[in-house]
T-cell receptor, first 112, second 114 residues
Framework: GENVEQHPSTLSVQEGDSAVIKCTYS??????FPWYKQELGKRPQLIID?????GEKKDQRIAVTLNKTAKHFSLHITETQPEDSAVYFCAASRGSNYKLTFGKGTLLTVNP | KAGVTQTPRYLIKTRGQQVTLSCSPISGHRSVSWYQQTPGQGLQFLFEYFSETQRNKGNFPGRFSGRQFSNSRSEMNVSTLELGDSALYLCASSLEAGMNTEAFFGQGTRLTVV
């Protein structure tokens, strides 16, 4: 089955810096790659997703890039703010008949 | 519209007991997936139901089971509880099967086994 590796497990940055979280996946047939953000004590929420027919997607300060050949995808957060502090999960899926497999998460801390 | 609702929010059980958790999806969503969240292990997939049918199952023992009703509400049951079952159990609903579109999570049920 699908295996998703996520790095780093913890990341600390200064406010205003950029943060990058990387994930690799094992199943070359995976075609959907969402990112979820979970603030302390709250539920995970989708922040951005990308499908395999696209190499990059941006939404304001966040962007995701996908390299299908290397089977890895990354989350980029620019101009980080303290409210970006949370655990971020990447995930991968082959499609609607398959489960969504999550990475183990990255604890991002943005220091003011 | 109302979000995903999970009940109860907190549970304390003793080893050997069984427990039933409930999840009410967003109105119109027919897919419900369940995940176990523990520190360091992230979100581990338990199972997914779509239109009352289990479509996918994770690598958990048979003590973990679930079902979905005609109104899309779902329950999961854990029998013969073990200390290692202590975790946050999250359910997520989505319009399509497989969480291949945006999935909305509930607040979770925090289960503590003592």
């Amino acid at each position: 089955g699908e295996n998703v590796e996520q790095h780093p497990s913890t990341l600390s940055v200064q406010e205003g810096d950029s943060a990058v979280i990387k994930c690799t996946y094992s199943d070359s047939a995976s075609n959907y790659f969402p990112w979820y953000k979970q603030e302390l004590g709250k539920r995970p929420q989708l922040i951005i997703d990308i499908r395999s027919n696209v190499g990059e997607k941006k939404d304001q300060r966040i962007a995701v890039t996908l390299n299908k050949t290397a089977k890895h995808f990354s989350l980029h957060i620019t101009e980080t703010q303290p409210e970006d502090s949370a655990v971020y999960f990447c995930a991968a899926s082959r499609g609607s008949n398959y489960k969504l497999t999550f990475g183990k998460g990255t604890l991002l801390t943005v220091n003011p | 519209k109302a979000g995903v609702t999970q009940t109860p929010r907190y549970l304390i059980k003793t080893r050997g007991q069984q427990v039933t958790l409930s999840c009410s999806p967003i109105s119109g969503h027919r897919s419900v997936s369940w995940y176990q969240q523990t520190p360091g292990q992230g979100l581990q997939f338990l199972f997914e139901y779509f239109s009352e049918t289990q479509r996918n199952k994770g690598n958990f023992p048979g003590r973990f089971s679930g079902r979905q009703f005609s109104n899309s509400r779902s329950e999961m049951n854990v029998s013969t509880l073990e200390l290692g079952d202590s975790a946050l159990y999250l359910c997520a609903s989505s319009l399509e099967a497989g969480m291949n579109t945006e999935a909305f999570f509930g607040q979770g049920t925090r289960l503590t086994v003592v």
